[in-house]
Structure formats: structure tokens, C-alpha cells
Nanobody
Framework: QVTLAESGGGLVQAGGSLRLSCVLS????????MGWFRQAPGKEREFVAAITYDDGSIYYGDPVKGRFTVSRDNAKNTAYLQMDSLNPEDTAVYYC??????????????WGQGTQVTVSS
């Protein structure tokens, strides 16, 4: 059974950076596309970024383009989300996802429990 565990969330001031990590257990990261979603209080869960398992193609949601970077280290079974130039609108619970095919909707096979990111102004 594949499980995902996020870490790296926390409190940061506006303009700062955080790096989230997502460790995949019970499988090989190299066979999964990896994604990141977030959900702010009172809002719907939204797509943040995704990276394919084969050619490493990367996609970003419009609100984070140019500020966030998604990557993967198959040897460590870990995916990352580097978040720079954070602003209070980035405050949310961030979720890691895995599936054979990446997509921008919520229909992913595996989800992590989420990690809280809070950006103060």
C-alpha cells in the first residue's frame, strides 16, 4: 500500500521561502507522477504543481508560476516543492499526490495527510 508523507510546512514571513518534501512509501516513486495541491480555509482544493514520472514534464497552477518549483529524487523516493516569494495568499494546507498519470483535477490515486503553510504579512 502506497502512502505519502509531507513535511516542511510552517510559519514564514511574506517574501520568504519554504521547501516541502513528500516521501513515498510502499512503492517506487519512479513509477508515479507526483503532484501538489493546496486548500486554504473556506476555499476549494486547488492544483499547485505536478511532474510526470517518465520525461519529467512539469506543470504549474497560474497562482504559483514563477515562484514555486516542483522536483523529484527517485533515488530518495521523495518529491519536493520549493516555494519562494511567498505571500499571505499562499497560506493553506499543502497536499502531496501520486498517480500513474498526472492531472489538474482531484482524481489522484494517493494523497498525503497534508502540511500547513502559513505566511504572515
Amino acid at each position: 500500500q502506497v502512502t505519502l508523507a509531507e513535511s516542511g510546512g510552517g510559519l514564514v514571513q511574506a517574501g520568504g521561502s519554504l521547501r516541502l518534501s513528500c516521501v513515498l512509501s510502499g512503492g517506487r516513486l519512479s513509477t508515479y507522477g507526483m503532484g501538489w495541491f493546496r486548500q486554504a480555509p473556506g476555499k476549494e482544493r486547488e492544483f499547485v504543481a505536478a511532474i510526470t514520472y517518465d520525461d519529467g514534464s512539469i506543470y504549474y497552477g497560474d497562482p504559483v508560476k514563477g515562484r514555486f518549483t516542483v522536483s523529484r529524487d527517485n533515488a530518495k523516493n521523495t518529491a519536493y516543492l520549493q516555494m519562494d516569494s511567498l505571500n499571505p495568499e499562499d497560506t493553506a494546507v499543502y497536499y502531496c499526490t501520486a498517480d500513474y498519470r498526472i492531472k489538474a483535477d482531484l482524481d489522484w490515486r494517493y494523497w498525503g495527510q497534508g502540511t500547513q503553510v502559513t505566511v504572515s504579512s
